[in-house]
């Protein structure tokens, strides 16, 4: 009897521990986009790129281990009207469109799509 008893408590205690409810910030995931990295380029001198009067997506990378591939998520915005400082620039393709696009590192901040910045110091 008493193994029951110690067996239906520790049941009633764990449960509140593997009951999983939805929360918020499972349910307001952001996308991923996946890419093929075609080539990269390290600078030596940074490069100075500013944004025009409108906010700029930055993206967090992962970087595949095996195969050349990059997972872009969004994870905030530059500043409109400022300067930044690029360090790396990679062009890959769409694993969804097979369209190439270009991005650069703003030191600092995370991978920025290359036609959104522009090149030079911001006036």
């Keep these: 009897m008493k193994k029951i008893a110690i067996l239906i408590a520790t049941l009633a205690l764990t ?13 307001a995931k952001t996308k991923t ?3 093929s990295i075609i080539n990269a380029n390290f600078l ?3 490069q100075t790129f500013h944004t ?3 906010s700029v997506t930055v993206y967090k990378a992962a970087f595949g281990a ?9 994870n905030g915005k530059l500043k409109p009207a400022s300067t930044y400082y690029v360090t790396k620039i990679i062009k890959a393709k769409s694993d969804a469109t097979k369209q190439n696009r270009t991005f650069s590192y703003v030191q600092g901040h995370g991978w920025v799509q290359q036609t959104k910045l522009v090149r030079g110091v911001f006036n």
């Design 52 to 54: 025009a009067k409108s």
């Design 44 to 46: 030596n001198a940074k």
């Design 33 to 35: 986009y996946k890419f």
């Design 15 to 27: 449960l509140p521990f593997t009951a999983t409810l939805p929360t918020p910030a499972v349910a």
């Design 66 to 74: 095996d195969n050349p591939s990059m997972n872009l998520t969004a």
